[in-house]
């Protein structure tokens, strides 16, 4: 790959805000802010609420991005940290809230501000997971940290089934009596953005904060893709010795993959308890973390709007597929029982369609650039030039050596 | 070129999966009945449990159960102007899935009420978007007590909580089958962890004594090395706080390594299937009501389910999904008789039908159904069954 | 604690670890040649029993079959062949459309092809045939044997008997046959092997029909020793023999089988001794250690550093 440096040009580029970029993106951003507001205008509340889990989980795809993508760390026990931050976040959250109440100039607002206090909480507690996940395992590469996470994972989530003193078992958070309290400023956004027969809910003030927290989740994975760091990891993903000759600790690059990963899990997971006001360990399961690995790959490695995309499909399409199956534009030609039974189908077309979809985009739907050129440096019929080249090449030099 | 094929193969794939989907159904697409209900008012019952996944057979069986009562009353709601139907959602036994089902009930402004959820863990957190949306939600099957403990007005359900019942195998245990100790197990759900808990809470009160309390994992299908752990005990029962899948498989691995301990646990080992995996002889179990052949309505009721889904078996919670369809269906005709059947779907109309509930005294197929102030079903009445002769019958 | 019961446990370890083990086999195979995780295995094991079972009923209306013991002998030996050649052809039928298409793509493209399978084919099982567990029939007795106080059903020796043979049998075929030379000459070097003259494609469907017979061989087994199956009672078993073949050292067959009674072993005395609830947990931790003291699992041979 010796045209590295012109690619890096294209990418620049590319990075140009040209008219047709500036459009997509104001499209983009009408689409994301206004779809929610007419969903909720129209009293559709279900997909307000699929929006919103949409946004949950584009924010666990771009934090597995970074361990998979970027480092190339594979990494089936994510849900490892999205479950320790919601854990941390409604346990730690119990104590912050007594001490909130005990300050006399909060008055009544008092527990609205646990939720904010909690979210650079478990920001850390998914890092902290993620240094103890990632020390032991920094000898592991491909399929054996796979599973080791795996197992990490599930020793997660049976720890928080088991240990019911602390973590209610599995009847979950809150235990009777106990609460989590909304956050402050949901009632005001309420108030202040509900006109007339227009009712800003709950759901709606979510899912703004989660697409905020994506928004920042972004610009500060953006950053890192193009920061020393970020470096580090694609030159560790495509070859650790050759990274760890030219002066890159592996030991500290992987470390980071892994609690910066992490900390995303961790800040989806308490964002989810609050908004939702109710955890239990059955919500962090295996599959889940299939799931968002799933997302990644299917929108793209070590691609931002891939990961995005991703999400969007996978965390979607199946609760889509059940919404479109009720819809009475259908109902002309399915029955209701027909449709209901597209409901229970949607698993089943959701894997044959993944198995489509890899067979047609083995690379993803939008894989990063700087990723696509690694994995398909030139085209094939380049490749089959040079190999014809090469074959010639050295049947040429063979020749003279019979003479020897 | 390549890139039209490639997306024209997609497309294609498309079709033919959207073709075996609806082909499943479509002999019988036209037989719906359509056109009779012009001028009716259109209005719902949200029937919501798991379709799919490792309980969907009880999950299918509470779908069966309201959807019966639903096509039972069918006739009289027609004289009252209105047609009623099911909007019918899979919750996959998930919490997340489940809160999503719920938004998509009440998304429909027709929905006046649900019947919802199986699973505790379900029921706990969509209990509050009911609560938001002012719906009445009665569940059929969720026993853990958080659920009415968390002060929602619209939050009933008709079957009894783990309290009521895990104290009452405690009793019955040291009582009635004079066992001095026992092994407790539960399969970490929320539902089997609360009635594990009070029964061995009361079994002790008793005078019991608890040899061992272990927890298993669902799915999991080797419970051999716990089994060799509960022979060495030598304990006099053990008390199974679960569903009958992992049930039948203990009480089989038990009998197989030659244990003589009967098995005993809640109203989720109360089905044919638990008896089918493993589920042996003189193994008891509870449940909430009378007998459905003692009960004035239980003939009836097996009549028709006979009649609407030949070859099926009635599950666990067909009959609460039943009566709590029917306290909603109920609560519907006292407000359109009160109020008149247009104003069912307004906000006021729903929380009418709140209050009606509230107010439910209904003679159901599982008894007398009514609630305390919390939402609890007052019908606390238990029965112990017993494996006998392939099949479980009341103790007498 | 008596000796009794330590040697019971250790029974009840290495049949579990039996049935692990005969699932890694198709793991650590298929990873061996593709290096592949084929999460859709753990489908192929439900497929098996599915298919196991189906054959049983059918076939156990022929009076012939059920009324003398060869008759019954030849009824099992049926259902597993049909188990087996069924799922070995399902095997093929998955390789050549969700993962040879994907045999030049990025690593983790075939992994999600898998995970696309196992969900297609654990929902069609819940679908089509039902959501319930679903009696198993064993037809003759199982006959229980003491053993220096330890409870031994025929049944187990049969399991752990059958699992061994098998690991014979393709262990010899893989080293001496010439098939299994070009199965571990592809696994090397895939080019290379193909430049020798051998037919790439066939010796991969051919590793696609044997991992995934031997899974389905495993579930009848479980099937007849646990006496039910449902349509996910892959899923756990898949992980579990997942973790097998790794804690041997994935690619290796000996090792998969070494992990396979390994990991049962440690099931079965972690549940026994310390507790149910955290079985699993201590299962997991042992394969961490594992890993962090021999990163290429027991047998597996130490990663070799790319330069």
Not at chain 2, 40 to 49: A, D, N, Q, R, Y
């Amino acid at each position: 790959m010796g045209g590295s440096k012109m690619e890096l040009r294209t990418e620049l580029d590319t990075g140009k805000w040209t008219t047709k970029r500036i459009v997509s993106y104001v499209l983009l951003a009408l689409v994301v802010v206004g779809l929610p507001i007419y969903f909720q205008s129209v009293g559709n509340m279900f997909m307000v609420r699929i929006a919103g889990v949409i946004g949950i989980y584009v924010l666990l795809s771009l934090g597995l991005n970074i361990v998979v993508g970027y480092a190339g760390l594979l990494d089936l026990g994510y849900v490892a940290f999205y479950g320790m931050g919601a854990y941390a976040g409604v346990l730690f959250g119990f104590v912050v809230q007594d001490w909130l109440r005990s300050l006399s100039f909060l008055g009544d607002k008092a527990d609205g501000f646990t939720f904010w206090l909690m979210l650079p909480v478990a920001a850390l507690a998914g890092a902290i997971t993620g240094l103890a996940l990632g020390t032991p395992v920094l000898r592991l590469r491909g399929d054996y940290l796979a599973i080791v996470t795996l197992g990490f994972g599930e020793i997660v989530r049976i720890f928080l089934t088991n240990y019911s003193k602390l973590t209610g078992g599995a009847a979950g958070l809150p235990r009777v009596g106990e609460s989590i309290p909304a956050a402050a400023g949901q009632q005001w956004a309420i108030d202040t953005f509900s006109m007339g027969d227009f009712v800003f809910t709950k759901n709606l003030f979510w899912y703004y904060l989660i697409v905020l927290l994506c928004l920042f989740a972004v610009f500060v994975i953006r950053r890192l893709d193009d920061s020393r760091l970020g470096r580090s990891w694609v030159a560790m993903r495509e070859d650790e010795v050759a990274a760890a000759s030219v002066g890159i600790s592996i030991t500290k690059t992987k470390l980071w993959a892994f609690s910066l990963g992490a900390m995303w899990g961790g800040i989806a997971g308490v964002t989810y308890a609050y908004w939702i006001g109710f955890i239990s360990p059955e919500s962090f399961n295996f599959m889940e973390s299939v799931l968002i690995c799933c997302m990644i790959v299917l929108g793209g490695m070590g691609s931002i709007r891939g990961a995005v995309l991703g999400a969007v499909i996978i965390a979607g399409l199946p609760e889509i597929i059940r919404w479109l199956a009720t819809l009475d534009i259908f109902s002309g030609f399915i029955t209701p029982e027909q449709a209901s039974l597209l409901g229970d189908y949607r698993f089943l077309i959701f894997g044959g369609l993944m198995v489509v979809m890899m067979a047609l985009r083995p690379q993803g739907i939008l894989p990063s650039k700087r990723r696509a050129r690694e994995l398909h440096p030139i085209d094939e019929s380049i490749k089959e030039h040079e190999d014809q080249q090469i074959w010639e090449a050295e049947h040429n030099t063979n020749t003279p050596n019979h003479d020897l | 070129m390549v890139k039209s094929k490639r997306l024209f193969t997609l497309i294609a794939v498309l079709v033919l999966l959207a073709m075996v989907v609806t082909g499943c159904g479509s002999e019988d697409a036209d037989s719906g009945d359509s056109a009779s209900t012009s001028d009716l008012v259109e209005i719902k019952i949200g029937v919501s449990s798991p379709f799919t996944g490792d309980v969907a057979a009880l999950g299918l069986g509470i779908k069966n159960g309201a959807l019966l009562a639903i096509s039972d009353s069918a006739d009289e709601l027609a004289d009252l102007g209105i047609d009623l139907s099911a909007f019918a959602v899979d919750d996959a036994a998930d919490p997340k899935t489940g809160v999503n089902a719920a938004n998509q009930m009440i998304s429909d402004s027709e929905v006046v009420g649900v019947v919802a959820h199986l699973n505790s863990g379900v029921s706990i957190p969509t209990s509050a978007v009911y609560n938001e949306a002012g719906i009445v939600q009665v569940s059929p099957a969720s026993t853990n007590p958080q659920l009415t403990e968390q002060g929602f007005k619209n939050v009933f359900r008709v079957c009894t909580i783990d309290t009521v019942q895990g104290s009452y195998a405690g009793t019955f245990a040291y009582n009635e089958l004079g066992a001095m100790t026992a092994v407790v197990l539960d399969d970490s759900t929320p539902y089997g962890e609360g009635l594990a808990a009070e029964f061995a809470k009361q079994f002790e009160a008793e005078g019991g004594e608890i040899l061992l309390s272990e927890k298993i994992q669902l799915k999991d299908q080797d419970f051999k090395a716990l089994v060799t752990k509960m022979e060495a005990l030598n304990p006099d029962m053990i008390y199974f706080g679960g569903m009958y899948t992992e049930a039948g498989l203990v009480s089989r691995q038990a009998k197989e390594a030659g244990m003589t301990a009967p098995i005993m646990g809640g109203d989720g080992l109360y089905t044919q299937q638990f008896i089918e995996i493993g589920g042996d002889e003189g193994d008891y179990s509870t449940s909430v009501g009378l007998p459905l052949n003692e009960q004035p309505k239980g003939q009836d009721f097996i009549a028709s389910f006979e009649a609407a889904y030949p070859g099926e078996t009635i599950e666990a919670y067909d009959t609460y999904a039943y009566d709590a369809a029917m306290v909603i269906i109920e609560a519907i005709k006292a407000v359109a008789a009160d109020m008149g059947a247009d104003e069912l779907t307004s906000v006021a109309g729903k929380q009418a039908i709140i209050e009606a509930v509230a107010a439910t005294d209904y003679a159901g197929v599982t008894g007398a159904v009514s609630f305390d102030e919390k939402g609890d079903t007052l019908n606390k009445a238990i029965t112990p069954y017993v494996v006998e002769g392939g099949a479980w019958v009341p103790v007498k | 604690m008596s000796m009794e019961i330590i040697g019971q446990q250790m029974v009840n370890g290495i049949t579990l670890g039996g049935l692990y083990a005969l699932i890694a086999l198709g793991y650590t195979l298929v990873y061996g040649i593709l290096l592949l995780i084929n999460f859709a295995h753990s489908e192929m094991f439900m497929t098996g029993a599915y298919v196991g079972y189906f054959t049983l009923i059918g076939l156990s209306k022929i009076d012939f079959f059920t009324s003398s013991n060869v008759g019954l002998l030849l009824l099992y030996v049926l259902a597993f062949l049909a188990g087996m050649i069924v799922t070995g052809l399902l095997g093929m039928l998955t390789e050549r459309f969700a993962y040879r298409p994907l045999r030049n793509a990025p690593r983790l493209a075939p992994l999600i092809s898998a995970i696309g399978v196992s969900l297609f084919l654990q929902n069609a099982a819940l679908l089509w045939i039902s959501s319930r567990s679903i009696p198993f029939p064993i037809l003759f007795e199982i006959r229980q044997d003491d053993i220096a106080g330890v409870n031994v059903s025929s049944m187990q020796i049969l399991i752990v008997g059958t699992t061994i043979l098998l690991l014979l049998v393709l262990d010899t075929f893989v080293s001496k046959t010439r098939v299994g030379k070009a199965m571990r000459a592809v696994s090397q070097d895939r080019e290379a092997a193909g430049l020798m003259g051998v037919n790439i494609n066939y010796i991969i469907a051919l590793t696609f029909f044997i991992g995934p017979a031997l899974g389905g061989a495993a579930g009848i087994f479980s099937g007849m020793y646990y006496g039910s199956i449902k349509y996910n009672m892959g899923f756990i078993p898949g992980i579990k023999s997942f973790t097998a073949a790794v804690i041997g050292g994935i690619g290796n067959l000996r090792g998969a089988m070494l992990g396979g009674f390994t990991l049962g072993m440690i099931e079965a005395l972690a549940a026994g001794f310390i507790s149910t609830g955290y079985k699993d947990v201590i299962a997991f931790a042992i394969l961490i250690l594992v890993l962090v003291f021999k990163p290429g699992g027991l047998l597996g041979e130490s990663v070799v550093e790319k330069v």
